[in-house]
């Protein structure tokens, strides 16, 4: 069967540390992936999208990368920050032809403490 | 334009009563999208409009849900007979569709829904 698992244990990290979270799927082939962020009560906000021939792709202090083989994404924060506490969704796109439909995982909830 | 609309954004119902959620997407979006989100789980895909096409429906709708987006603008979730089971949080979202090239969806507010 098809599966995007994340962390479901909430990720504690200390504020300046770098914060990484893992997405890993099986039985999928997508062609994008994409973070969002999505804090309580709040609709998810699109962070980064990164194609299945790419290896890497940063934003500011964000990173993420895409391993088509180990079928997994890695997500980074750096300088990790109390305002970066909330949950982080990956998803996947299939991309079939006649649609880009994504398919969420349950997300990881960070934790930035001072 | 500010975003992605939904109203409302909480709705108390009782069980066996209809609903009608409302979306207004990015005006230049061509591409809606609901979701369905519960507790402690990432969104899950309900539907989706190209234009006021309705192009694909997850098995999760059952025939209580029904969709429009008659004009190819805003979109409207309709959910008859409501179950306790229906209560969550409805998201809508939009995104430029441009061939098979990805992008971002913008996801509005939701619309929280509890069925007593």
């Known amino acids: 069967s098809q599966k995007i698992e994340q962390n479901s244990e909430a990720l504690n990290i200390q504020e300046g540390k770098t914060a990484t979270l893992t997405c890993n799927y099986t039985?999928?082939?997508?062609?994008?992936l994409q973070w969002y962020r999505q804090d309580p009560g709040r609709g998810p906000v699109f962070l980064l999208l990164?194609?299945?021939?790419?290896k890497e792709k940063r934003k500011e202090r964000l990173k993420v990368t895409f391993d088509t083989t180990l079928k997994q994404s890695l997500f980074h924060i750096t300088a990790s920050q109390p305002a970066d506490s909330a949950t982080y969704l990956c998803a996947l796109d299939l991309n079939t032809g006649t649609a880009s439909k994504l398919t969420f995982g349950t997300g990881t909830r960070l934790q930035v403490t001072l | 334009d500010t975003g992605v609309s939904q109203d409302p954004r909480h709705k108390i119902t009782k069980r066996g009563q209809n609903v009608t959620f409302r979306c207004d997407p990015i005006s230049e979006h061509n591409r809606l999208y609901w979701y369905r989100q519960t507790l402690g789980q990432g969104p899950e895909f309900l539907t989706y409009?190209?234009?006021?096409?309705?192009?694909?429906k997850s098995r999760l709708l059952s025939d209580r849900f029904s969709a429009e987006r008659p004009k190819g603008s805003f979109s409207t979730l309709e959910i008859q007979r409501t179950e306790q089971g229906d209560s969550a949080m409805y998201l809508c979202?939009?995104?430029?569709?441009?061939?098979?090239?990805?992008?971002?969806?913008?996801f509005g507010s939701g619309t929280r829904l509890t069925v007593v």
């Open positions: 039985n999928y082939s997508p062609a994008y």
């Open positions: 409009f190209q234009n006021e096409a309705q192009l694909e």
């Open positions: 990164i194609r299945e021939n790419e």
């Open positions: 979202a939009s995104s430029p569709g441009q061939g098979t090239l990805g992008y971002g969806y913008t």
